[in-house]
């Protein structure tokens, strides 16, 4: 399941709702991206998330169900605001359910890498030196790479 | 053809989407953005450097010589930073 939203999410509910009553689940994975308040030396005093409606949720639609289709998922969620967020904020919720582990925690990995590198979303930082737009980063690029060989 | 623009592009060319009527020389994705760095200044300083634009048809990431049709939907932006 994905969801695109400007609203915060309560994590603990979030997950149960995708894993209740599920008892061949053996394992959850969660991962939460949170605004920093810093970045490049400067402060940061809030991030606007911008993203392409309609593209947004067919891209999310299909790296979950590629995830789906790599490892034995029995759940799965992302889900991922917008709008203007400050420091401490949650961004990004990555949830993985398996009856082992592994593939639980190489899928949410997984998730998480192909977010940063194919999901329309840019991010307007506030910072002490004026506002400046996030530049995609070589690193991201390479981490969601890693996946492609296998 | 529906023209959406995000992030520092829509900021630099000034607006978020607009219809254009596509010239017959228009077929491709780098047709489209060579023929949109001649509509002004602020398409040419926005388009300046293609390494860091990226191009969606119909909701889809697509190279330079994807065709375009009079009714997609063409999205420019930068790399994408999600997460």
Redesign the interface.
């Known amino acids: 399941m994905i969801r695109v939203q400007r609203e915060d999410f309560d994590v603990g509910a979030e997950i149960a709702q995708v894993t209740d009553g599920r008892h061949e689940i053996g394992g959850i994975v969660s991962f939460v991206?949170v605004v920093r308040d810093a970045a490049g030396g400067d402060r940061i005093g809030a991030m606007t998330l911008?993203h392409?409606p309609?593209?947004t949720e067919?891209?999310l639609d299909e790296i979950e169900a590629e995830a789906r289709r790599r490892w034995k998922l029995d759940a799965s969620l992302i889900i991922?605001r917008y709008g203007r967020l400050e420091p401490g904020a949650r961004?990004?919720l990555v949830v993985t359910a398996s009856s082992h582990r592994q593939a639980a925690f190489e899928a949410c990995e997984f998730l998480?890498d192909w977010?940063?590198?194919?999901?329309?979303?840019?991010?307007?930082e506030e910072t002490s030196a004026g506002p400046r737009?996030?530049?995609?980063h070589a690193g991201?690029d390479e981490a969601a790479k890693r996946w492609v060989a296998e | 053809m529906k023209l959406l623009y995000f992030a520092w592009l829509r900021a630099k060319i000034g607006t978020s989407e607009e219809m254009v009527e596509l010239p017959a020389e228009v077929t491709t994705v780098g047709n489209l953005l060579e023929w949109l760095k001649r509509r002004g200044p602020r398409f040419a300083d926005a388009l300046s450097d293609a390494s860091v634009v990226r191009v969606a048809v119909n909701q889809d990431y697509v190279p330079w010589d994807h065709p375009v049709r009079a009714g997609d939907e063409v999205a420019l932006f930068p790399p994408v930073t999600g997460g």
């Open positions: 991206g911008e392409y309609g593209m067919k891209k991922h961004i990004v998480v977010l940063k590198t194919k999901a329309p979303f840019w991010k307007l737009w996030v530049e995609a991201d």
